[in-house]
């Protein structure tokens, strides 16, 4: 890997963003706002492992009482599939050596691609491509990530049939709603008696990644500045070198860090807000069209 080869690279993947009013517009917003966000620096230790299917009732009734959705328990294993990670690599073995019998013999219901996507992304919803055939798909984490991660997808769920569909800045707005709603359920737990350690190293995970990825925003100065990779201090060249490899960089999922961003200014705004006031306050955001809107909401 050389400069001229990341630059290359980015060019190409990022021509058409750069030609994008509503990316311009709001990239500003998250280079300008990052550094006014206090991130928890490290972890304080590693996750217990947990069985998600232990939360499910819990999950059920978070969703019945709060928004009156009556699908998540007949959702379990018809939609929302749960694969480890085991699962999907030997999956993808099987689809590059073309065991025919070896795939129709798996569990891996999914293909080639959404494995690779799920091992990077963690989950993921898959719009419908027609009425309700939505599909969640979960990496199992062994541990409480994987439940927040299903509250995240599910909110999705939720807000798209409510929105009928989304456009580019209602698709930020469903990752504020997401966001939220996880915020929201981790209240819910800690009502439940859910270890708050547990739920805290969750939070700090996700924080800690979003932090990570944000460090190599700074390529976006490279590509235009034309400054020399020397520019990165030795912390960014490490990511890069690592988003290079998995051929993805975080700056493409502008979206989800303009929207985490906006989803703490918006729940710190409401920080004294009890669960039924948060859950209220979110189901207005859903129905909010404009990003700028809710900005100034």
Not at 49 to 69: A, R
Not at 138 to 167: A, C, M
Not at 182 to 192: C, G, P, R, V
Not at 197 to 206: G, K, M, Q
Request: some cysteine; glycine content about 2%; aromatic content about 18%.
């Amino acid at each position: 890997m050389n400069n001229k080869a990341i630059n290359r690279y980015v060019k190409r993947k990022y021509r058409e963003l750069q030609q994008d009013e509503f990316y311009l517009e709001y990239f500003k917003y998250i280079s300008e706002s990052y550094q006014n966000i206090r991130f928890n620096k490290e972890l304080l230790g590693p996750l217990r492992n947990y069985n998600i299917k232990d939360f499910y009732s819990l999950i059920d009734n978070f969703f019945t009482k709060y928004y009156g959705d009556l699908e998540f328990s007949k959702s379990i294993d018809e939609k929302i599939s749960i694969y480890s990670r085991e699962e999907l690599l030997e999956f993808i073995k099987l689809c590059d050596s073309k065991d025919t019998l070896g795939i129709v013999n798996s569990r891996v219901r999914i293909s080639k691609e959404l494995c690779h996507d799920l091992l990077v992304n963690t989950a993921s919803f898959l719009f419908p491509l027609y009425k309700d055939d939505w599909q969640i798909l979960l990496l199992d984490l062994n541990s409480i990530e994987t439940v927040l991660n299903l509250i995240h997808e599910y909110t999705h769920k939720i807000h798209y049939f409510l929105f009928n569909g989304f456009d580019e800045e209602t698709s930020v707005i469903t990752e504020i709603v997401a966001y939220y709603n996880t915020a929201i359920f981790i209240m819910y737990a800690l009502e439940n008696n859910i270890s708050s350690y547990e739920l805290n190293l969750a939070v700090n995970s996700t924080e800690f990644t979003i932090a990570e990825e944000i460090v190599s925003i700074p390529i976006y100065n490279f590509v235009e500045e034309q400054q020399d990779f020397n520019f990165f201090n030795e912390k960014e060249k490490e990511l890069i070198a690592r988003y290079f490899d998995m051929d993805y960089f975080p700056p493409s999922d502008y979206y989800h860090h303009l929207s985490y961003y906006l989803y703490k200014e918006l729940f710190n705004k409401n920080r004294n807000f009890s669960i039924e006031e948060h859950t209220q306050y979110l189901k207005e955001v859903m129905c909010k069209k404009k990003v700028k809107e809710l900005i100034k909401w």
